[in-house]
């Protein structure tokens, strides 16, 4: 049984709580929050659990064996420091942390202290990325070209980070997961409806080694909700639609291939329309597989999907795609001055 | 009543021909196609069509008023130029050629023969664009923000022209359109999946003066077929899902705003999903009017939506495109050898 | 305050104690259930509330004002009269007994006893039937025509229930809530594909005083869920599709009138084809509004619209569809005898 | 080659000529029509085809080999036995006539004059149909328990039959080219939004020997287009969407089964949701299937899926329907006014 302590009760936290409650390997001992109506939910929930309204005085509790840190993306270099410091073991909310400057310490104070260090990215247990990283292991799909996800919604807007560092990670490490490789090179587009030190929508491309290419639509500004993930491979072509709630996944045994024509230099496509296979997808909350994954990790020392290196690729990737943002943003400014000075002097 | 000779009776010369016979302002005279079995087909439509296997032949004939070219882009320039310097009208298919130089040659040539010159931007007479283009002028979106297009598809590959040459004409034509105005700045990246010559995927990121961003996803490449327009306004928002039979145009009374905080530099934003609405659209052929306007040009020297000026900053708006492709391309191209060497020394 | 006992703590159970703890009206007393294990279960929520084995013992505990019945249908009747008779306000769960006489029984019990006695028709309080409501009572429909329903689904099996008197209260208190009137003739036909006792398919058409119509399409055998409801008025049309979480609601500006042809006898009908309109529903949880509800008709004796005798005429559409699959069942079976009795002899 | 005489170019007319045109089996050699402008149509799409203003002076021009019907309903009995007598080979548009004695006559004479008698049930040839056809025979389904469908839509008012006779004789000929039985039972209901005379929305229940049930919901008053058919097998279901281009059948690897306890009287039902398939239906006309068939059948005595006894079949259905129908209007008529007088009186 390993005694865990929670800080940070917002948005996330009320799941973390849940999923560690039900899982027979964990005791939550203690929630640590510094608003006072947040501890009380808690109460509410198991009058049993310690409230603590200071995250250091949690980590510094012998009793507990790993703290679990769900507190805004800014806290969670220093705070993981200071537990793993405590030679206590931590899942960590993703992104792991904001550069890869703190990931590397992270990483090395865990090793050195001997500790789980593990980030949440929980879509890595979600059933159909799951069932989707069987399919391209498979080699069903045949060699894969295309990545491209589309992730819009209104009305997430976050206070400290922007649309990129929000939604960007759970793409990330999916990409990451799925093919297990790092892009050589990004380009990035964004804007800003309101605030504009944090957009609110971004458009990035990546290249990969394998000759994939990867593209991602992140918005916080669609008036519809999209989900959407399309992968071509040379074989197949798969579609991922998290809202469809009947087919989430579907198999497009269709194509194009190309017969190069003798003697001549000569392309021609060919077409192939084919069936379509929507493989079941088990419907189970991915968290519960997250927590049982760290309680496996801890005991078992079973190999992590979400140990600090991804957390460390995830955080390097946002970095980058980050640069890229601003070096666009630089580039525009630019030509709009040129555009304005034309303008007045025409 | 204006006698039309029509060049080139491929995929497209077939609606032209039908549209041109419905309207009671044109006789088709003669249709010109280099292939015999083409030429068939006309005369079983319409027998009494003069049937030319020489394109020349038709521009030559002096009983015709009007040309209409629905041939490869490459022979748009050459054919038009010598149609309009034989006095002819002329409506050409898009794009109205394949640079900018040959399109202001065009135009130059129409001016001092004094005829018409238009190019086929059939999407400005589709009933869709026609309301989108009602609702924007009317303020009701607000200020336009963000315009984000998706036309993919499979299985349409040309032999001669690439995905960008192929499908943005009809984007660039309904943006500038809609809103009229010419991109400052562009990006975009493009993969080929089969001829490296001729990508068949791109990504294209435009920024307009008044501060709107465009975002095109085109591709040839998608198992799934979608035709989708957002625009984000800062009062509502518009989709347009053409292939939504029932309701191809949704506004939605969503969006966010601001509060500065008095006395303090925060900003809260402030949620509005509100009701949708899908206004009646009226379904006819978007062709039909795109022949009724070319005979009001004609005669009552309408002002034309889609003149040569219309087809010149298409033409420059794809040429940039193209630029922006390569340059992306070439970039790439050295962050691979970079890629490479590393690990070939590494 | 009035603090509540809740009987039975099966599948509905949990959605009541959680929507009753959450009322600042209620405070959840005691709990009863035959099976520790949902008892334990209980506990784990709120370890401060009651454990009673016995439903009796709870109804007999003079500290409980109110009780709240979430068992089998055929429990209804039994235990709702002893707490009547204890003067207990009751909350039963849906269909309020299994026949009228019960019904009228219950009815006069309440009032005798002077206590609410209330059913939980949830659908009452669900944002979209709310809506419906209001915009049927303003006439924008016009006249009522026709109500088409369709509720299927796979895998709701009942042990002690068919299809009819499972998915039925939903509809029928819909139907009634909507128009408020009573059919005045009904038919029925039903279909078991596992037990012959209990019909999981049922077709059943209701006609009205005004001349509505009604359909109910409901089954427990489809492999696609459905959850749609279609009202054509002489005006509009309106379709509810609860399972589209974007637009819940549509209302059709589309219709048909006819015009007669002067001094002839032919009607000519006019097909009209307008906008669509979508109305925001807010995100509301029904069951929260039948809690506030049951306060205000005990507290403010407020009129309750899901009174004892709303509930018996719920029943007594229930008993009159099960009569009329029973004679369409007998119809059948005589059919069939005649039917293989002419295969033997032909 | 066969000389075809075409009778009637109204609203399914210049589909056939169109089909038969490409047929190189066939030469259209005649139109007959009594409104002018219609026959102006014919002569515009090809200027060889004889006008003919009187179905009887084509019937006997001795030049044609056969005449296709697609006159009204009501005439299809005299001009088909008028065209078999003078040993033309007829294809009529369905339903075949307006009862069976006129179906049995007509099988007779092209029995007699030993010609070809063909009713045009397009969905046959279909290719969602032929594809389910396929799927049923192969027994994938398990045995059939149900077929339910919906074809409802906006606008298709028809002056001289009811929706029955309009919708009714696509979803019976289906029924029974997929099922090869005939309902021993039929029950229905109907309702008439304009002309009390001509129901424009119906729904039919039918049982079957194998104990399959059916049922249809036809409608002319639907606000949103529906052509839905779901087939529930023992093993699997499938769905038939028509209106779903990129899938139109999706086959359910879903059920319910039951397992009987041992020693007890118990049934405990099983659920199973499976992986769902599309399997590709090729994109063709079913009408140019149908001109090839009646070729075949009338040079290579192919058996035909749609001769006199399949129109006589589905005759008969829409006449047990169009009782049962009347019945069900006679029951309401009286229970309407048992409740008026009820209410007089209370």
Redesign the interface.
Known sequence: MIKIGLIGFGYWGPNLLRNFMANPNFQVYAVADGNPKRLELVQ?I??RIKLIADADILINDPEIDAVVIATPVGTHYPLTMKALAKKKHVLVEKPLCTNQREAQEMIDLAEKMQVTLMVDHTFLFNSSVQKIHEICRSGELGKI??F?SVRVN??L?Q?DINVLWDLGPHDFSIVHYLFNEEP??M?A?A?A???PHLPD?T?L?M?F?SNM?A?F?MS??????VRRV?I?G?NK?L?WDDLNH??KIKI???????QQEENRNV?I?E?R????????VPNKEALQGVVAHFANVIFKKEKSLMDGYAGLRVVKMLETAQQAIES?LQ??SK??E??SCK?EYS
């Not at 916080?220 to 909700?225: A, I």
């Not at 497009?252 to 190309?258: E, L, P, Q, R």
């Not at 329309?273 to 493989?279: A, K, N, R, T």
């Open positions: 509410r198991d009058a070209c295309s491209d209104l009305g807007f206070q050589i090179h380009e587009a804007y409806h309101l605030n929508m458009y491309t290249y080694p290419i593209h639509n916080w500004m669609s008036p519809v909700k399309s071509g040379t072509m579609v009947e087919e497009y045994n269709s194509g194009i291939s190309h392309i496509p077409y329309i084919g069936d379509i296979f929507s493989p079941r666009n580039q525009l030509k709009r040129t555009h303008k």
